[in-house]
């Protein structure tokens, strides 16, 4: 009795380490959420070989678990990782659309131009911030020539209250 939940607790633990090492793995590698250390891309990659050998030798040495049994065990969990991984990112990840648009497309010179910008929510998490500036906005408008674009030249300054973001 002992020896079956020694093995049922085995393979949760393997089952748990191979979770977590794809859960990490894809945060740091592929949805790159943070930068890791130079040498975690290495660990990483040597940590799966490793856990299926030392999986190996608990499981087929003790003749619990064959060679396909476990393969399939390891499989399994790394498809549900990535799966769970992969809607949880899917589903806290902000998706922001930014425009900017103007009321008409061409102005007479010294004619008004009214200038929206938007930013609009996409994603499925509603998200809450304040504006770091306070009434009234300032609006800069600068021109870069395209034959020399290292000066840059001020067109016009406007300011303008601050109806919603």
């Keep these: 009795m002992a020896q079956k939940t020694k093995f049922k607790s085995y393979t949760l633990l393997f ?3 191979v979770f977590i090492l794809t859960a990490v793995g894809l945060a740091f590698l592929y949805y790159k959420m943070l930068d890791p250390p130079f040498w975690f891309t290495f660990v990483y990659i040597a940590a799966y070989p490793l856990l299926i050998v030392f999986a190996y030798d608990l499981f087929i040495a003790g003749s619990k678990l ?3 049994k476990l393969l399939l ?3 399994g969990v790394l498809i549900i990782s990535a799966i769970a991984t992969h809607s949880v990112w ?3 990840t902000p998706r922001w659309s930014f425009s900017v648009s103007t009321d008409k497309n061409t102005y007479r ?3 008004e131009v009214k200038i929206t910008a938007s930013l609009k929510n996409l994603g499925f998490i509603t998200f809450f911030f304040k504006s770091r500036v306070s009434e009234p906005v300032l609006v800069l408008i600068w ?3 395209t034959e020399n674009p290292t000066p ?3 067109v016009c ?3 303008c209250m601050q109806t919603h973001i």
């Design 152 to 154: 840059t030249y001020s």
């Design 90 to 92: 899917v589903i806290v």
């Design 143 to 145: 021109y870069q020539y």
């Design 73 to 75: 065990l390891f499989l």
């Design 109 to 111: 010179l010294g004619e």
């Design 15 to 17: 089952s748990i380490v």
């Design 66 to 68: 064959s060679r396909k």
């Design 157 to 159: 300054m406007h300011t």
